[in-house]
């Protein structure tokens, strides 16, 4: 069964402090991997997707992922996070053309000055 | 380019009343998704369209719920009798080539 598991619901970080949100899925064909960011009363923002290739990947606002297909494992991180990184982070799994994502259930992020 | 669009942006209804979702996917989308996100929870798929076909519904619960994409372009969702478990936020998105592009979504709560 496809499925998307974000083991912290919540994480409390100090400003400047580095981060990292976990992210394991379960997915019977080539995963394509999304992390989506969504601030209070806003809809989802995407920081970044991996479809093949590097598995590092970059994305916005100074986000990178890591694709470990043995752990089956696709963790966000962020070397010194800024209090405007505080929001609601969701990992997605999906296919390329037309399939339905699978949505974690998200990592609350909470910056402490 | 213009993102994805959704009215109402906040809903407030009594239970076994109606209410009617809309939403303007990015041009030159064809598909196009509604979901459901109950508050702590992550989305929910609800429906999927392929232009103005239907590609999922599978987790639409279809006595109360329904949604057409008329043109494949505009999609609208309905649910009649609400009930108190329907408050939520209704995200629409659309996608080119897998990646899904959110709108602000609509907030439902139903008393």
């Known amino acids: 069964a496809q499925s998307v598991t974000q083991p912290d619901i919540h994480i409390t970080v100090s400003e400047g402090a580095s981060l990292e949100l976990r992210c394991n899925y379960s997915?019977?064909?080539?995963?394509?991997l999304f992390w989506y960011v969504q601030s209070p009363g806003q809809g989802l923002q995407l920081l970044l997707k991996y479809f093949s290739g590097d598995t590092l990947v970059q994305g916005i606002k100074g986000f990178e992922a890591e694709f470990k297909r043995s752990q089956s494992s696709f963790n966000l991180r962020k070397p010194s996070v800024h209090w405007s990184d505080a929001a609601e982070y969701f990992c997605?799994?999906?296919?390329?053309?037309?399939?339905?994502?699978?949505f974690g259930t998200g990592t609350s992020l909470t910056v402490i000055p | 380019e213009a993102g994805v669009a959704q009215s109402p942006r906040y809903k407030i209804i009594e239970k076994r009343q109606s209410v009617a979702f809309w939403c303007n996917p990015i041009?030159?989308?064809?598909?196009l998704y509604w979901y459901q996100q109950i508050l702590g929870q992550g989305p929910k798929l609800l429906i999927q369209?392929?232009?103005?076909?239907?590609?999922?519904d599978s987790q639409l619960p279809k006595d109360r719920f329904s949604a057409e994409r008329l043109k494949g372009v505009d999609s609208t969702l309905k649910i009649q009798p609400a009930k108190l478990e329907d408050s939520a936020v209704y995200l629409c998105a659309s996608s080119l080539e897998g990646e899904q592009y959110f709108g602000p979504g609509t907030r439902l709560t139903v008393t």
């Open positions: 997605a799994v999906g296919a390329i053309f037309g399939d339905q994502f699978y």
């Open positions: 041009s030159g989308h064809a598909t």
């Open positions: 997915y019977g064909a080539t995963p394509y």
């Open positions: 369209f392929q232009n103005n076909g239907v590609v999922d």
